[in-house]
């Protein structure tokens, strides 16, 4: 797969990171909102690895069209949200990671074409709580280590079989405390 393996989201999000939170303390919910490019790296990642490919099957109440398609009432619809997600009709460049394309969107992004938690009054009622601890989470990582590969090789990305996709090999990274960190880390 075509995937950017570019440490240049990893060096922006750092940027973010100590401009707006700093290394006096760990990052807490207050910070995120001065995060968007944070926010830019997870719904990327989510656009090309969703947990789960799709989405909890509905059952039509009605006669409908959909796509040109002819549903029945009592019909189980299952979208495909790894499908879209990779839409080139939808997304220009869809098999590369290029966390831009959120940048300015401010959580909003086109209905039906990022669906990682589902849509509407079905979707998924954990998202906002979800989202808020990948943020934590994934900035505490940033800000807090240094991060390196195993070696030289590319990451693979190739995903497996099951409900969830997972990577056929797993990822193994190597990490140690930021100078700039350890008071804080010390004091955990």
Known sequence: MGYVTSPQPFSCARFELDHHVGH???VEEPDLVKLPYLQCIINETLRLFLAAPL???HESSDYYTIGGY???PSTMLIVNAWSIHRDPKVWEDPESFIPERFEGLEGEV???KFIPFGQGRRSCPGAGLANRVMR???ATLILCFEWER???????LT???GLTMPKVKPLEAMCKARECML???LEL
Do not use: F, R
Not at 150 to 156: A, W
């Open 24 to 26: 006096g303390h760990l």
């Open 55 to 57: 989405l909890v099957p």
């Open 70 to 72: 002819d549903v029945p």
């Open 110 to 112: 086109e209905a039906y």
């Open 136 to 138: 934590l989470a994934l």
């Open 150 to 156: 195993i070696s030289e090789k590319e990451v693979d």
């Open 159 to 161: 995903e497996g079989t």
């Open 183 to 185: 008071n804080v880390l």
